[in-house]
């Protein structure tokens, strides 16, 4: 089977940093990715890593350590726009197949 | 990017009734995904449909409670049928991007009374 954990709640100040850690335990390993999901709207794809390092796009990055089954987001100069759930999932099958998503990270961005 | 749109956006059904819902892709896709969302939770994966074959179902979902049809590469429908009070949830369609990623559609926002 898969698991994968994240933190319930992070708060965080606008224009401050923060990193969103993901574990991961699964059989057959293809990425993981990285969704965000405002209330009320649609998961949307901020990031897939399949090799190990640091994937930047903008204001998002995103790690990860095969070895060590771990990943995170890392959010560089909040925007209070930012404040939403994010997910990490993990691909059971290429690209996007078969996604595992975590249980979700609340993030809340404060003045 | 893919443009997916899906319908109803919400509803509200008796117990016992069966809802349809559509789902439909801008492009052609070879599989299309079913996921489910309790509020204030994580996305499960019900389901992959192919066009032109039987869909997979994930484990604790089965074809006579969420039958699917996928007629063709760019639409799909899930039904939930029978429903009680614990099918009250979003459910949302999904398509792989050339990227690696997945693009959803807005969702339906099912509440069964």
């Known amino acids: 089977g898969q698991s994968l954990e994240q933190p319930s709640e992070v708060t965080a100040v606008e224009g401050a940093i923060v990193q969103i850690n993901c574990t991961y335990q699964?059989?057959?390993?293809?990425?993981l990715s990285w969704y965000q999901q405002h209330d009320g709207g649609a998961p949307t794809f901020l990031s897939y890593?399949?090799?190990?390092g640091l994937e930047e796009t903008g204001r998002f990055s995103s790690f990860l350590s095969r070895s060590d089954s771990y990943g995170y987001l890392l959010l560089q100069e909040l925007q209070m726009k930012d404040s939403a759930s994010y997910f990490c999932?993990?691909?059971?099958?290429?690209?996007?197949?078969?996604?595992?998503f975590g249980k979700g990270t609340k993030l809340s961005v404060i003045p | 990017s893919a443009v997916i749109s899906q319908k109803p956006s919400r509803d509200i059904c008796q117990r016992g009734t069966s809802l349809t819902i559509q789902c439909q892709v801008d492009?052609?896709?070879?599989?299309m995904f079913w996921y489910r969302q309790q509020p204030g939770q994580s996305l499960t994966l019900i389901a992959t449909?192919?066009?032109?074959?039987?869909?997979?179902?994930e484990s604790g979902f089965v074809i006579d409670k969420f039958p699917i049809s996928r007629p063709n590469l760019t639409f799909s429908t899930l039904t939930v049928s029978n429903m009680s009070p614990e099918d009250s949830s979003i459910y949302l369609c999904?398509?792989?991007?050339?990227?690696?990623?997945?693009?959803f559609g807005q969702g339906t926002r099912l509440t069964v009374v």
């Open positions: 999904s398509v792989e991007g050339a990227y690696n990623e997945a693009f």
């Open positions: 999932a993990v691909s059971s099958g290429a690209g996007s197949y078969q996604l595992t």
């Open positions: 492009s052609q896709v070879t599989m």
């Open positions: 890593n399949a090799l190990d």
């Open positions: 699964t059989s057959g390993f293809y990425g």
């Open positions: 449909a192919n066009q032109g074959s039987e869909a997979t179902y």
